[in-house]
């Protein structure tokens, strides 16, 4: 339970310290991976055949797949299919050799909450995550046997349980294909609650003698079912938002866009959530900057917009941040601070008007208005 809750407050530590870098992934999407499950040694509860003694495993195979929903804030939901195998390779503590084999298998479903982070570099996206389902271990053929054959066990069966996971990874943006991206992931997944199956013995040292060979029948089970698995997959959006386009190398807007002072007024676009300038919109600030000197103007005006993805709150923080970002590139370029007044109207006012939710370039823009 320590684990659980070390898992727990972390996660939701990580929440609030990366709240203000959220990368949404809006709408539904789905997502399958694969990798190595490595699976802790199991501790045998007390039983007339093994007391106190554990199961070693090799390292196995771990999949999953899941659906999910993102909610464009960072935060998005899944429901998840998994499976895990590992074959037995010893059983330890029994006092003499023994050749061990059999595997166990665990499948099942797990509903996930997951937090995608924005880290400030565009190529790679951290995420964490924990979940609570539902599982069925199997153990196929356990079984020990001494090399004299004075001992045979063997063990079989199903039982399910309810299971829970934490999960950290990180995503990778394929730039050629809109909405899909590389994953690579460390999970961690028990199983919680003692299991216990039904077992057989033949010829079991101090039931029937030295070298007896009666058979004897009784439950098998174990503590603990930790597992860690390295995985790496994809994932993909089925409904991204188009990709970017990028804005025309004219000053004057789109047709559709409301009437704009022509002459005096400069328009500055933005990447996607992003308020850094690129080397074409230091260019135009740049002609503001220089035109402010050649005609008559009493102040600057610098408003920042921003589309319609995305939450209002979060918009109207971003179109002050890329506001600010013009005002800082305009006294760098001789204009007096004084002189300027900066504005943040986040979604308002596009200049093509959209659906919610749709990433429309020429809305991320901030207006230099000389008057």
């Known amino acids: 339970m320590r684990a659980v809750k070390a898992s727990l407050s972390g996660f939701a530590g990580a929440l609030i310290a990366g709240a203000a870098w959220a990368q949404p992934v809006t ?14 040694d199991e501790q045998i509860r007390g039983n007339p055949f093994f007391p106190g003694r554990k199961l070693t495993f090799d390292t196995g195979v771990a999949g999953a797949g899941a659906v999910g929903y993102g909610f464009g804030n960072g935060f998005r939901v899944e429901v998840e299919g998994n499976y895990r195998q590992n074959s037995l390779t010893g059983i330890t ?18 509903g996930n909450v997951i937090f ?35 001992y045979d066990f063997a063990v079989g069966g199903t039982q399910g349980h309810y299971t829970y996971q934490a999960l950290f990874g990180v995503s990778i943006p394929v730039p050629w294909v809109v909405g899909l ?20 013995s033949l010829g079991s040292e101090g039931r029937d003698g030295p070298r007896g060979y009666g058979l004897s029948t009784g439950t098998f ?71 402010s000197t050649h005609v008559q103007t009493t102040r600057i005006e610098v408003n920042g917009y921003t589309d319609l993805s995305g939450t209002a709150t979060y918009n109207q923080r971003l179109s002050v941040r890329r506001a600010k970002s013009v005002e800082s590139e305009l006294i760098r370029d001789g204009v007096a601070q004084n002189e300027i007044e900066i504005h943040g109207y986040g979604e308002s006012n596009p200049l093509v008007p959209t ?6 370039p020429q809305n991320r823009r901030v207006e230099i208005i000389l008057k």
């Open 27 to 40: 709408g539904p999407y789905v997502s399958l991976g694969g990798g190595a499950n490595f699976l802790q």
């Open 93 to 110: 503590g029994l006092g003499f050799p023994a050749a061990a084999g059999g595997r166990e298998q665990n499948y099942g479903a797990i």
């Open 116 to 150: 995608d982070m924005d880290v400030g570099a565009n190529w790679i996206y951290p995420y964490l995550g924990v979940g609570l389902g539902y599982s069925w271990t199997h153990l196929k053929d356990i079984n020990a046997v001494a090399p004299d054959g004075s």
């Open 181 to 200: 991206s590389m994953t690579a992931e460390y999970r961690f997944y028990s199983v919680v609650g003692n299991t216990s199956y039904p077992a057989e």
């Open 221 to 291: 089970g174990y503590r603990a079912d930790y597992n860690h698995a390295l995985m790496a997959g994809l994932r993909y959006e089925l409904f991204p938002p188009p990709p970017p386009v990028p804005p025309a190398p004219t000053e004057a807007p789109p047709p559709t866009a409301p009437a704009i002072e022509q002459a005096r007024t400069y328009l500055v676009f933005f990447d996607w959530d992003r308020a850094d300038l690129t080397a074409r919109a230091r260019q135009i600030v740049a002609e503001a900057a220089q035109a």
């Open 355 to 360: 659906a919610p939710g749709v990433r429309e």
